[in-house]
């Protein structure tokens, strides 16, 4: 549900997102659902910084969820923006 809501919104403004900001990203499956559920609020730059572990990105989503009210997000969703991110963005990665 949250991915349907972010997409719709996604296409209606896509004029007005940092296009730099998606290039940025490494490339892989997650990418668009994490540009789009952390785009939102906060420059990419400052997720893309990080090198957390697994349980560090877990923790970020909580403290998103918790303390800057994004929505909850499916098992699913879940799991897919955590591999992205720990994939990616933790502290082995070459990127």
């Known amino acids: 549900m949250l991915r349907a ?4 919104s996604f296409f209606l403004c896509s004029a007005a997102l ?8 490494a490339d892989g499956e997650g990418k668009d659902f994490v540009y789009l ?3 939102d609020c906060h420059s990419m ?7 957390y572990t697994r349980g560090g990105w877990r923790g ?3 403290r998103m969820t918790v303390d800057f009210g994004m929505a909850e997000l499916e ?12 994939n990616n963005y933790g502290p082995n990665s070459t990127r």
């Open 18 to 25: 940092a296009d730099d900001d998606l290039a940025a990203m």
């Open 45 to 51: 730059q400052h997720v893309l910084e990080k090198r």
């Open 5 to 8: 809501t972010l997409l719709v």
């Open 75 to 86: 098992a699913d969703e879940h799991r897919e923006v955590l591999d992205y991110l720990a």
């Open 60 to 62: 970020a989503l909580e």
């Open 37 to 39: 559920l952390c785009a």
